[in-house]
């Protein structure tokens, strides 16, 4: 158990005492204070709820053990001073750790060690400011569930007390974050119509998108609130059967041999064409007062402790969804436009109506006009699209697992390549998937046949027997135009193999030439949120961040928060902070018939032709497929790849950013793909990459309000031989680029050079690193069975590895 | 997806009328209309909240289709009837299916045949009386999400819209049941000590026992609300880590000869003694308003739902849990005590305090005086025990997963016999396991001692030497002491390996006896609440059943709701009502040798003792050793097991209730232990015996107010050879009863009769019957790996099989 904390806000005794005073732990009373035993006491005291009578706190106080003798109200009636030991003692117990369970009374400092709980005072025995600056630090260092100690009191209706009173600030800001002192049962939920600037559907009028809004009832007095955006498209529903029916079949799909072409950039480049937009609507009438409410089901997690801290939420679908207009269209600047309309709605900078037919105008009267965008996957790549458009009123994105470029999502280097575990989902699919307002009945009899044609467009253009970059990916790539004002907070799990590492990355490197600010947490996930983990404190690093990007408070955010945060695959709940990712390695060149490698089977050319049971069996369960490529004894593919494997490492080696391959290779036809994974040998227990429950239940965002499950990824119960950690894939006739076809002459070498996927991948000592050259990938390429063979000319074949250097690199 | 529903409650027209009024879909204007469609058309735009605009309502009944051309609005203004068609293809969209996916416009009947939603009217057009009459049982009927229509439009604030006048009765019934017309945002939370009549740590001074309180704000205006009391030992934590360390080694421990001895009942045979009570602490002040609140992370989704519904809910732990006094005792009459202390508070005959020490008493002073008790496992087991001792308040309990007899959760006819999935387990781990004091370091310190010596009598008196039935384990049946005045509402699952079948069969046996209404509903999961399955109403027909017993409202709930309900293990989301469980089934006696049954190996001799590594690797998974009992053809356990088939069955075959068997049998040691199981033999997509979650967060049990996930059991994706549905397990020296030690001598002959866990199993036509008879059950006994050789002589053994009469038992 490791409780790491990167958002605490180093502050001096003047500010702790003036923030206490704003939260009522120090009083004009008790600010006079001399003693520090006394003054401690009142602290304790205060801890208990004041609502509660002084015989309850009393017991509660008197439950806690200050040293193996004396609990904590004894102690401090019968002490004359406050020990570091006593006070620590009583802090580990406050953050919820259990005497004899999770740390002695005799030493606390020893469990503190090892949970990486800082103490704040170095003396032994603590003078009166030292029991103030202790008790600050104490409020803002995590409980053994995950929250800081100041959350968890929230949770407990510490803030409620004042709820009657006019003695709270709202917001209330603690240590550089907003603190939950707003009434989540008066939040009011407002349902709007944006009038954005589209008309994909072509029917003669501006789209209408529905918003809806989440708001405190502060804002009914006057207060204007910043806002967390999260425009997602399956947050109307999803046609799961439908989009199930049209995925696409990979056993019957065959590799094509491409015609080869001269085609440049400006021969497929697209420029997004909104022109001939119908007039906006007359505005008949306004109001201040919504006309249409709504409850939700699924609502993030991170939003809804957002609300309590005096931030308005806000969800929209976007085009093609239900209650709103037009076609999905699968990461189209169509889908950007519908996300910053809304915010320019916020921003006061476009209309919305109060329903979609008598065109009275509403305003968000109540924003401050401060938006940061949040969400996960198609949630983050919308956010980013959003972000790189510059609309005014966008301050920031925090992008979890998002896209930054749909070809990158289902191709990859002018192959087919599925994300993980959705073999045979293209664009197509995932349009179909969205296009909510096919549940609605009469809405979707009027738009049938435009979103059928629609479809077709989608399946034609994504192209999937080329897989080359064409007109369609081009205008689905978000890195292409860069206008972007919002700093970035990016988040991607190192075991995301849905939306891969070469988004966030590709996004970083182009960030990186623009004047903004960007931060990066890369954990050990698949495709997970971030918000509930014991061993780092994410939410409140986004607390401090947003508190700074949209209620524009001086707590340092840009300055605290590490701008590359990395977990350890290797060891369980660490995270280290570094300057850059992949900026700083070095690049270790290796030939690949070098004598530090090893090659298993002794072979240099493979056949991708598998008999038909054993494909048959393979499809049925690819994991038997990973397991005969990837075992380094397994025989039954051995004539079907190419397996090399170094000497174990005589020292950690950690592969900081995007490796690089280049192959000299024949393919025995006039077409092919080469695809090659990197591989991780040693026995070990590897982390799970889906999180795992550690409390159910035990993350409280706000006084009876949202609660969560906290969780850690944990070590596997069984060691592991090996675990792939990043590979590649390229069809043969795209040597050059993904949008140009080369001609490819069965037998002759030619030479192939494949960027992997990204990594931060730390090979223990000890350990060994594979190479497995391959074709088909039973997980994300078509899988053809072709009878094609292919040759390996090892010798002018290299790997080019960038390794971080050791111990000099972290921030 | 089949909707099935046993709560609804058969109203007349009158009726109807006057409930529709109460819930005020029925108006002064609308009741007076005659013509059905402008009727109609007034109730659609009632069921869109009214306090959004006409043209929101307008736009979302235009949404809705009525027939393949006209939308709903469009329906009711331009036709002069209301037909069935439309009446429905409306309604199915109001209950979330959706048109095209779940069923087509050109005829509703079709699907809704399939998913058992009965129509209330047979005519092809509507009149007025037939309009509210079908409007009525559609807001009655549940939606694809597994509520009621009402219960959804209640999440949607349909009840809210009136909270603020004084239009809306408080409690609400409609179709028998407790409507959500109360405020969830103001529920008081108040923590109390009840002084229980008991002392059992002995330290002169009655336990006092903390009880969190949850009730309605309505309680402070004189409302007096009925009480959903859950008494759960875990409630205020768990030493899981510590229970874990005291975990017995089943693999370490032997079968030991008992010395035969000659011991009745009378010799074991326990009276509590709860004498020597110290006298109660003097009530020095009393007062009305409590000192102490709290805030939970765990509530039960089903307790959460009536707290909307107008009911209090109560959460206490008992003796020997954090915040209260006394030491856990894993089952005896202390701990029922516990839970009936705090029922004769809310009833009025018990004393409480504002806190542990001031001696400050406060009633229950807006208690009806009804109590219902709910909760599975432990928790269920404790509302078994509170209802026999006939406590004065209690008016039902619905007892998911109850122990009946704690011998029966540890042991079996002398042996110990873990309880499913927790091998090693015993009263002293689960005494440790609860007793959560320990989490309150003080606390803890003063009470180490008590604890230590009270886990060693527990240790001690438990005996997994013997296995025998003993005086520790007398105090602990539940059945033995029967003064029972609560209606019962039993729910047990067939696939419970955890608590048994037993356990619910022998209490709904003993309750057979006495003056009180008892049911019973059989689900396919293991462990597992019901409350949130598509397949069956089980929230609706606990309130139905509530709703009964706390508010006294005459809503025929004895006579609707079925006496037994069971689940088919066969057919997915398939329930039947039946009048008895076991009770009315043939037994079929069949001799072992029987020409029907194959003996698979031919043996009727087999040896216990398994080779080491065989053991090792069976104990590392338990999995393998399964699959080797169990499959036909498997042959490393061929010589440590005899293995009969039936011929494949030409009719489906229902088990129903208890088999017995009865052996014939040698042990070549003095001691020995038998073992058999009952297989179903067939290839079938079984379902799963854990909930899958069909969508997430998807019911809502209140406006803005919990939501929980909608789950059910489904077939397994792949097909399975086999299934045990039963089993059992015997001490060769408890072949009298499981108290008196038999002698037995190598080699002679003996007859074991020894009943099965009670079941209710449909062996589909053309499956077989397995009887595997064995020793040492790696699962549940303990592990020695003696070298025993079992006979067994097949012609003189039976087995006795009580079959369900074909079609004419169902209720």
Do not use: C
Not at 199 to 223: Q, Y
Not at 304 to 319: I, K, T
Not at 635 to 659: R, W
Not at 754 to 767: D, I
């Amino acid at each position: 158990m490791k409780i790491n904390q990167f958002a605490y806000v180093p502050t001096s005794h003047d500010k702790i005492v003036q923030e206490l005073a704003d939260i009522h732990f120090l009083t004009s009373r008790t600010k006079k204070m001399a003693d520090p035993v006394m003054l401690y006491r009142q602290l304790l005291l205060k801890f208990f709820i004041e609502k509660q009578s002084l015989a309850t706190r009393v017991q509660k106080v008197s439950n806690l053990m200050a040293t193996p003798k004396l609990n904590a109200y004894e102690y401090t009636t019968n002490s004359d001073s406050v020990t570091k030991l006593a006070f620590y003692n009583v802090g580990l117990q406050l953050l919820g750790f259990e005497v004899g369970l999770d740390f002695e009374l005799t030493d606390p400092f020893k469990a503190m060690k090892e949970y990486r709980i800082p103490a704040a005072i170095v003396d032994d025995t603590l003078n009166r400011n030292q029991v103030i600056d202790a008790w600050y630090k104490l409020l803002n260092t995590r409980t053994k569930f995950g929250q800081t100690l100041i959350d968890y009191l929230a949770s407990q209706g510490y803030y409620h007390q004042f709820f009657g009173t006019d003695d709270l600030k709202r917001p209330l800001i603690f240590n550089g974050k907003s603190q939950a002192v707003f009434d989540t049962s008066k939040l009011i939920h407002d349902v709007v119509y944006v009038e954005a600037p589209l008309d994909n559907d072509h029917d003669g009028k501006r789209d209408l998108l529905k918003a809806e809004i989440i708001r405190p009832a502060d804002t009914e007095n006057g207060l204007k609130v910043p806002i967390v955006f999260t425009e997602s498209p399956y947050d109307q529903g999803t046609n799961d059967k439908q989009a199930d029916a049209l995925t696409h079949d990979v056993n019957q799909e065959k590799i094509t041999r491409k015609q080869p072409n001269n085609l440049t950039y400006d021969d497929i480049k697209v420029d997004y064409d909104n022109s001939n937009l119908p007039a906006p609507r007359q505005v008949k009438a306004t109001s201040k007062v919504a006309e249409e409410s709504f409850v939700k089901t699924w609502t993030y997690a991170l939003n809804d402790y957002f609300l309590a801290r005096g931030f308005a939420v806000v969800y929209s679908s976007g085009v093609g969804t239900k209650d709103s207009d037009g076609v999905r269209t699968t990461g189209t600047p169509d889908e950007t436009l519908s996300a910053t309309a809304i915010i320019e709605w916020l921003h006061g900078d476009r209309t919305a109506f109060t329903n979609r037919n008598d065109q009275v105008g509403i305003k968000a009267w109540w924003s401050n006009g401060s938006v940061g965008m949040t969400g996960r996957s198609y949630l983050g790549t919308l956010s980013t699209a959003a972000a790189m458009t510059g609309v005014d009123g966008l301050k920031t994105a925090v992008v979890e697992a998002g896209i930054s470029n749909y070809y990158d999502y289902y191709r990859e280097n002018g192959l087919v390549v599925a994300p993980g575990g959705f073999q045979g989902e293209d664009a197509d699919v995932l349009g179909e998937l969205t296009f909510s307002r096919e549940q609605s009945a009469a809405d979707y009899l009027k738009i049938k046949d435009t979103w059928l044609d629609q479809l077709k467009k989608l399946t034609n253009g994504q192209d999937r027997t080329t897989g080359s970059y064409n007109s369609f990916w081009d205008n689905r790539n978000l890195l292409k135009n860069v206008n972007i004002k919002a700093d970035m907070l990016l988040v991607h799990g190192l075991n995301d193999w849905n939306v891969k590492l070469s988004h966030v990355y590709n996004l970083r490197q182009t960030l990186k030439n623009e004047n903004i600010t960007q931060k990066l947490v890369l954990h050990q996930g698949q495709h997970e949120y971030l918000n509930n983990f014991r061993s780092v404190d994410f939410t409140d690093m986004v607390n401090l961040w947003l508190t700074n990007k949209l209620l524009d408070v001086d707590n340092q955010a840009n300055k605290i928060l590490p701008d590359v945060l990395v977990q350890d695959n290797a060891e369980p709940e660490t995270w280290t902070t570094y300057k850059d990712w992949g900026g700083d390695a070095n690049v270790e060149t290796i030939s690949l018939d070098n004598g530090r490698l090893t090659n298993l089977n002794e072979n240099h050319v493979f056949s991708d032709k598998l008999p038909d049971d054993l494909f048959k069996e393979y499809i049925a369960n690819t994991k038997k497929w990973q397991k005969a490529l990837f075992t380094k004894t397994h025989s039954k593919l051995n004539k079907h790849a190419i397996k090399l494997v170094s000497e174990p490492l005589d020292h950690d080696m950690t592969v900081d950013g995007q490796v690089k391959i280049t192959l000299r290779a024949t393919s025995s036809a006039d077409l092919g793909l080469l695809s090659v994974a990197l591989v991780d040998y040693g026995n070990a227990h590897r982390l799970t990459a889906v999180p795992q429950v550690l409390s159910a239940q035990k993350i409280l965002t706000g006084y009876h309000w949202r609660k969560d499950d906290l969780k850690e990824f944990l070590p596997e119960k069984k060691e592991t031989a090996y675990k792939k950690f990043t590979d590649a894939h390229m069809n043969m006739q795209n040597r050059t680029n993904n949008y140009k076809s080369d001609d490819l002459k069965p037998g002759q070498y030619y030479d192939f050079t494949m960027p992997f996927q990204p990594t931060f991948w730390r090979l223990l000592k000890g350990h060994q690193l594979g190479i497995i050259i391959y074709a088909t990938d039973m997980d994300y390429t078509i899988r053809s069975n072709q009878d094609i063979s292919y040759t390996i000319d090892l010798g002018a074949s290299k790997i080019e590895l960038p390794l971080l250097p050791t111990d000099d690199n972290q921030q």
